[in-house]
């Protein structure tokens, strides 16, 4: 009765309202008379009048805004996400996404489609995000750099830093003077010119070596610790140089230039000694907090603007006051880590892209339209790779490095990614660099970032040491391998239990590694040992009660899938156990059925499912990195689905083909280590081939009243209870939750395995 009420009160008062309102404007056409207001009655006028105003809605400063902002969004991600498969630096692909959007090929071919989308006058708002974007990423790089680290190395790493500054440096200066006549504006003077050409060849791009280092395993070696001192020493050193030859160039000569370098000297004295100080008691104060209140956030922010914009009145740019606030913001690094967090995806999603493509517009490749423009191109190329290359090469070498990792910090110190294209853009704002040199300068950086990674790798082969030549021939004498792939730590315990019911009666014989990935953010380095601490916790604990020794190996990953199945093909490993994150017993079936994923929707998937290639059943469990590990990986594959596993006393192993033979592996396996009483369901062909029913028998004299075989009548609610984990074939697991649909919800724990492809 009382929703009949509600109903009806609902119709009344929205139906009486709404006759009201309609009376009144009705009544108010009549005050039009006489105001020149001219009706329009023709649908077709009508229709017309909706697409002028859908056009000119499109063409509002804001609309226009935002689909500039999602087309670039949207264009940088699919670049950077290709490049990122490639084995790149995902700034590479989104640098040639910002020139793919200008002049350089938007422009060139669909001139129609880049004037609509990148008219002139709306590029103002663009530029100016983009410069919120850079200020708030020079931030967050300041933030990155650990200065106790800094400290404690400061020997090594400032000799190869400055050398790695210097050298370069000085060639630069010196390709100015034969390039200055012919390729620098009119207006410019030599001295102004030749610094920004040799501070550009003097830039390491710090956040994109050291997400290298952390990719490649090497952050927590010596030789990673000293390549990420000299990145941050070469940083600080270069954005200190880079502000004083901004002052030059503002001030237009060396002695006027002073007065700004005296305003700059004093506003670091200030940073240093008063804000660095009155931060750290903040951070002291907040450093038990697990978040930020708001008034806290809102106090570092003013720092930073208010050190940005004291930068850029000095004349020093807004840049280098971020980078400096980040630098002085209080060392403890839970602190740094949450305010990190806050701002980093804002600066790297939507605005970092800005930027982009603010360079790809002011790139024109077709500028280099002569082959002598080329040969200059190759020449700043070959400059910037020498001397950065061999300056740190060589010093590293000088301060007692080994050849092998004097090259490799050469390598990594050669790297200049986005950090390059900032000097760059700030020397074209001045108008010191023309857009010749500008369009040479960023294909430069690509070369540069690029050839990072297949240089390291030349470098591994060649100077390969004597003990990974004999690691890779010796056949590791451990019979058993287990390899734990674990993304959600608590679940991670389960595959040790597992782990250690399938080997704990061959221990000395065993060997069990546990892998962690994390995806890495783009800028957020910081506090990966606390991160790796905190996730192998409850998996290492697990191990220690259960009296195991468990090797840990975490990583950086840009692709879960791929590392993992590197790991497992390369490690000699017998068996890959892991968790599955999402299945039909803990969601909905539809969206994995059909593809849906965080990436809106996966059409491979899509596709194999109606074409065949893939079971209903099968797509519905596993996720897309789950499906590529189990396509790529040689070695079997377990994937648990938990359901607290604790014990391994009754296992239940259904087998429904002569395919299913290798799961009687894991009865023997269960019942040796873990005295387990094993269930066999066998619906294969017994006709046909008996190898399974002589494996059964065979287990039957070495461990009697250990296994029995059951039939699909015996296997009901009540026997399913009694299970503590179900053994099954990725194959076939279809067919077990056919038999009966109800037994969806009332199976135990399941492990879905699939067999050895070799």
């Known amino acids: 009765m009382k929703k009949i ?25 009549g005050l039009e008379d006489g105001r020149g207001i001219i009706s329009k009655t ?24 935002l689909l500039q902002i999602i087309t670039i969004i949207v264009v940088a991600r699919i670049f950077g996400w290709i490049f990122q498969k490639m084995g790149q630096p995902m700034v590479i692909g989104e640098i040639l996404a910002g020139i793919v959007l200008g002049p350089s ?36 790089v300041g933030m990155e750099l650990n200065l106790k680290v800094l400290r404690n190395k400061a020997h090594e790493a400032v000799v190869i830093s400055h050398a790695s500054i210097i050298v370069p440096f000085a060639l630069g200066v010196g390709l100015a003077y034969f390039i200055y006549e012919t390729h620098s504006p ?17 830039i390491t791009a710090f956040p994109v070596l050291a997400r290298i280092i952390q990719e490649r395993g090497i952050h927590k070696t010596k030789l990673g610790a000293i390549v990420i001192t000299c990145a941050a020493a070469d940083d600080i050193t270069a954005w200190c140089i880079l502000a004083v030859v901004i002052a030059i160039v503002k001030a237009g000569s060396m002695v006027s230039s002073l007065y700004t370098i005296v305003l700059a000297i004093a506003y670091v004295i200030f940073m240093i000694k008063l804000v660095r100080p009155f931060l750290k008691k903040i951070g002291e104060r907040y450093q038990s907090e697990k978040s930020l209140s708001k ?30 606030a980040g630098t002085i913001m209080p060392s403890n690094m839970r602190f740094r880590s949450m305010f990190i967090e806050k701002i980093e995806d804002i600066a790297l999603v939507l605005l970092l892209p800005l930027f982009f493509v603010i360079s790809g517009l002011r790139t024109e490749i077709g500028l280099l339209n002569d082959p002598a423009l080329w040969r200059i191109t190759a020449l700043i190329i070959f400059v910037a790779v020498f001397g950065k290359f061999v300056g740190s090469a060589l010093a590293a ?41 500008f369009a040479m300068m960023v294909i430069m950086a690509l070369v540069t970032t690029f050839m990072t990674g297949p240089s390291l790798n030349l470098i591994h082969r060649i100077f390969k040491t004597d003990k990974e030549v004999v690691n890779d021939k010796m056949h590791d004498l451990g019979r058993y391998k287990l390899l734990l792939f674990f993304r959600n730590s608590e679940k991670g315990t389960a595959l040790v239990k597992l782990a250690n019911s399938l080997s704990k009666k061959v221990d000395d014989n065993t060997s069990i590694t546990a892998i962690h990935l994390a995806a890495g953010s783009g800028l957020h380095q910081m506090d990966t040992d606390i991160y790796e601490k905190e996730s192998f916790a409850p998996v290492i604990a697990e191990a220690h009660s259960l009296n195991r020794k468990i090797i840990s190996l975490f990583k950086i990953s840009n692709d879960f899938g791929d590392d993992v199945v590197d790991v497992a093909n390369k490690g000699d490993y017998d068996l890959l156990l892991m968790n599955l994150e999402e299945s039909i017993f803990d969601g909905t079936v539809l969206g994995r059925v059909l593809g849906f994923t965080t990436q809106i929707i996966n059409p491979e998937k899509l596709i194999n499912t109606m074409t065949g290639k893939e079971k209903l059943i099968e797509n519905s469990l596993i996720d897309n990195n789950t499906r590529l590990i189990l396509a790529k990986t040689k070695i079997p594959v377990g994937i648990l689905i938990d359901k607290d596993l604790h014990k391994f006393d009754n296992i239940f192993i259904p087998i429904f083909n002569d395919n299913d033979e290798f799961l009687i592996f894991y009865a023997q396996k269960l019942i040796h280590n873990a005295d387990s009483q094993v269930s066999i369901l066998d619906q294969s062909d017994k006709n046909k081939n008996h190898s399974i029913k002589e494996r059964i028998r065979l287990i039957e004299h070495t461990a009697p009243n250990h296994i029995r075989s059951v039939s699909v009548e015996y296997v009901d609610e009540v026997f399913l209870h009694k299970q503590d984990l179900i053994i099954i074939s990725l194959e076939n697991f279809d067919k077990f939750l056919l038999l009966k649909k109800e037994w969806i919800d009332k199976v135990p724990s399941v492990l879905i395995c699939s067999p050895s492809k070799v």
Request: net charge negative.
């Open 186 to 202: 009119e207006h410019v003077e030599f001295a102004s010119y030749a610094l920004f050409i040799g501070i550009s060849m003097s």
């Open 105 to 140: 090929l938007l422009g060139l071919y669909f001139p129609d489609v880049s004037s609509f989308l990148f008219p002139a006058e709306s590029l103002g708002n663009l530029q100016i995000l983009s410069q919120i974007g850079l200020i708030l990423f020079m931030f967050v």
């Open 5 to 29: 009420t509600n109903t009806l009160f609902y119709i009344i008062t929205i139906g009486g309202f709404s006759t009201l309102m309609y009376w009144i404007i009705c009544k108010g056409k």
């Open 397 to 437: 070498r000088f301060v007692s490095q080994n050849w092998r990792d004097s090259l490799i910090i050469g390598t990594l110190m050669n790297t200049r990614g986005l950090m390059e294209l900032v000097v760059l853009n700030i020397g074209y704002d001045l108008g010191v660099l023309n857009a010749e040199i």
């Open 42 to 65: 023709s649908e077709n006028s009508a229709f017309q009048e909706f697409i002028n105003s859908l056009t000119g809605n499109l063409h509002h400063s804001i609309g226009l805004l």
């Open 295 to 324: 008034s806290l956030v809102a106090l570092l922010f003013l720092v930073l603007l208010l050190s940005s914009f004291t930068t850029e009145v000095i004349g020093i740019h807004a840049l280098f006051g971020a980078f400096m």
